[in-house]
């Protein structure tokens, strides 16, 4: 637990009323809401101001919280801001992220680091591509990961995970893949993958928590092509949207792999989520990826032979499977939403005091 005496009471904060407002089903909305909930539950006061109608304080805060994504603050107070990640000159992201998106951001983000008294990631990897990126300097960008909930993210939902599956049509058992449709998420490796696994006689089929890809007008589209049947192997996707946040723990919790084979990532949250359900997780070996994994899971190569093979080493050695859930259930404890909440004060409270 996050305690009083971990806060200075006089410490305020202001919040722009966006981020209290997010979309609670991103994964950005999720960290939000666990941080900005943990920061209260302290005894911080966070006062949540309408940027555009600013209203008179009783009193000035001491520092501001912002997602720097979203551009600079027309405030006078030291601004700590959370960048998610840098990607925007980054080869292989320019060639995936649509080219006005990526100038809308990368001009926003860019405006708010240099603001910034401090910056806030959640990765190392996604620390130093800031600094690269957006040209800043190395004391004042702090790697803070994210959390996992344990209790909703548990071992004890696989039997709900499978009934839900069965209850969508799907036959057991699975591997889960769980993310946006987004090119960067690399799902034709994926499928590419679970192709050939089904040509080895593996019996696994492919079930996907698919939301939209909010840059891509081509989202429907990339949906349709990732939902579609597997070259030569009818009957072996099953989709699944629109699921709750304990319906999606009780998927991962019930397959026999979750795979993420993403280009990059500046955090990973669902082969998190997945280590706590005690799920074995085969990962790429790009972005944060390795770092949040660690040796509890597979990492790769993001090709199509790596991911097949890696994950049919774990579907057909229960014994490797069992070995690779059990670390990914221990190293998904050193990831608290306590943690990352204290973490964060710690830098409101450095950039209040400079």
Same mark, same amino acid.
């Given at each position: 637990m996050i305690t009083r005496s971990r806060v200075s009471t006089k410490l305020a904060v202001g919040v722009p009323t966006f981020l209290r407002d997010h979309d609670a089903t991103s994964g950005a909305g999720k960290m939000w809401d666990r941080v900005l909930g943990g920061m209260t539950r302290a005894g911080m006061k966070l006062d949540f101001v309408d940027m555009s109608r600013r209203r008179p304080?009783? @009193?000035r805060p001491d520092v501001w919280l912002t997602s720097g994504h979203l551009g600079a603050l027309d405030v006078a107070e030291p601004v700590v801001a959370?960048?998610?990640?840098?990607?925007?000159?980054?080869p292989d992201d320019q060639q995936l992220l649509d080219p006005a998106f990526r100038a809308f951001y990368r001009e926003r983000s860019d405006a708010s680091a240099r603001q910034a008294a401090l910056i806030i990631t959640p990765s190392e990897f996604a620390r130093l591509q800031v600094i690269d990126t957006h040209q800043v300097e190395a004391s004042k960008v702090r790697a803070v990961p994210h959390g996992v909930d344990t209790e909703v993210f548990s071992p004890s939902r696989r039997e709900a995970g499978?009934?839900?599956?069965?209850?969508?049509g799907g036959a057991l058992p699975f591997v889960a893949f769980v993310s946006t449709v987004h090119p960067r998420k690399n799902l034709p490796a994926l499928r590419a993958a679970m192709t050939i696994l089904a040509a080895r006689g593996v019996e696994h089929r492919l079930v996907l928590v698919l939301s939209p890809a909010p840059d891509r007008q081509d989202s429907t589209e990339l949906e349709r092509a990732g939902a579609a049947d597997l070259p030569g192997h009818a009957g072996r996707t099953v989709v699944l949207r629109g699921l709750s946040e304990l319906e999606v723990a009780s998927v991962m919790a019930g397959a026999d792999a979750l795979c993420a084979p993403s280009w990059s990532e500046g955090f990973g949250f669902a082969p998190l989520e997945a280590m706590a359900c005690g799920t074995p997780v085969v990962v790429s070996n790009r972005g944060s990826l390795p770092e949040v994994v660690g040796n509890a899971g597979l990492v790769v190569e993001p090709e199509p032979q790596a991911i097949a093979d890696a994950l049919e080493s774990v579907l057909r050695d229960p014994e490797r499977s069992a070995l690779l859930g059990?670390?990914?259930r221990e190293r998904? @404890?050193?990831f608290s939403w306590n943690a990352t909440t204290a973490g964060w004060i710690d830098v409101l409270q450095e950039a209040a005091n400079r």
């Open positions: 304080f009783g @009193r959370h960048l998610h990640e840098a990607p925007w000159l980054e499978a009934a839900l599956v069965r209850d969508a059990q670390a990914g998904s @404890r050193s």
